[in-house]
């Protein structure tokens, strides 16, 4: 399955946001990984903030396990100082509904 959403990244946070994923948590990386995660990307539209985030998973459930996960939170807390992120630190993230694949 493939997964596309969309998040809004604060005005000129984009350096830390990198940053921070640059030096993304070990044990966060683990847990992406064992929930079944793979080409994850996250792209930045630098006129907006948009980011866009992309991954494929086998196992969709698995994602709803995702936000009781304290290294999750933890993560969520992180980044909630340079991104919108609704009332439990979660980044407000939109789902972004396919269109089009080309195999």
């Known amino acids: 399955m493939r997964v ?3 998040m809004k990244l604060n005005k000129g946070c984009e350096e830390e946001y990198r940053k921070r994923h640059d030096a993304l948590w070990p044990e966060l990386r683990i847990l992406l ?3 079944g995660m ?3 990307s996250i792209f930045l539209d630098e006129e907006t903030n948009i980011l866009f985030g992309y991954f494929t998973i086998d196992d969709a459930d698995k994602l709803t396990k995702l936000p009781n996960e304290p290294v999750m939170k ?3 807390h992180y980044m909630k100082d340079i991104m919108q992120t609704n009332e439990d630190a979660s980044p407000v993230s939109i789902s972004l509904k396919e269109v089009f694949y080309l195999e």
């Open 38 to 40: 793979k080409d994850y």
């Open 74 to 76: 933890k993560w969520w």
């Open 4 to 6: 596309a959403f969309k």
């Open 33 to 35: 990984k064992n929930t």
